[in-house]
């Protein structure tokens, strides 16, 4: 298996709504990672988990709460949002203890209305 | 991690040879020059990586200049499923399982 699995493709919430998103891969990678990516733009790092602990949060929103149950498996609960969190939001993994190319999901498309 | 300057878009025709540029003139001596592609409405996908020697895979090669300063992506024969936007990256050597941050990246668009 070497695909990162996201669910769901698309979501579509109210501002008032808690939903999660949720990431998977099977490939043994010990890294894993929730980037945030608007139309248009290149994606933007938001979290780095390494070894099912979180190592980077790059000033995100506490609406934004991530979550690493085990290492195969990536979860970004989302409570609050606003409309400008609209965007596509990927999961990747990597290996952690060499140097080799990180592996991307195909994203939640999120609106929030 | 030092910076990436890409051009914006370039074009290219079917079945012939394509060459992405870099430049990276502030790139350190233990960062590694990765590329990845993001087709539309999919994630990035990894293309390849060197750190000094130039490199092929199945998907491309890459040229890496003498000084490092410069880096270019070569994808031999252009497809139509090959128009994507190619992201230059650089990764130090010790940011294992860490950042990987994406510059503007260039759109490449290809003509049948």
């Known amino acids: 298996d070497t695909e990162v699995t996201q669910t769901p493709k698309h979501l579509v919430m109210g501002m008032t709504n808690k939903k999660s998103l949720k990431c998977e891969q099977h490939m043994g990678h010990r890294a894993m990672y929730w980037y945030k990516q608007k139309a248009k733009k290149p994606p933007e790092l938001m979290f780095v988990y390494s070894y099912e602990k979180l190592s980077i949060n790059e000033s995100v929103p506490s609406r934004f709460s991530p979550e690493c149950p085990n290492s195969s498996l990536l979860n970004l609960h989302l409570h609050a949002l606003q409309p400008e969190d609209s965007a596509l939001y990927l999961c990747?993994?990597?290996?952690?203890?060499?140097?080799?190319?990180?592996?991307f999901g195909s994203g939640t498309r999120l609106t929030v209305v | 991690d030092a910076k990436t300057t890409q051009p914006n878009s370039m074009e290219s025709n079917e079945e012939e040879p394509v060459h992405l540029p870099c430049n990276h003139s502030?790139?350190?001596?233990?960062?590694?020059i990765h590329w990845y592609r993001q087709l539309p409405s999919q994630g990035p996908e990894y293309v390849i990586h060197g750190l000094t020697s130039n490199v092929n895979n199945r998907m491309a090669s890459l040229a890496i200049a003498e000084d490092r300063k410069s880096s270019t992506l070569i994808l031999h024969r252009a497809t139509l499923r090959d128009a994507a936007v190619y992201y230059c990256i650089l990764k130090g050597i010790y940011n294992q399982g860490g950042k990987l941050i994406f510059g503007q990246g260039t759109e490449l668009s290809v003509k049948p």
């Open positions: 502030t790139i350190s001596g233990t960062d590694y």
């Open positions: 990747a993994s990597s290996q952690v203890v060499r140097e080799y190319g990180y592996t």
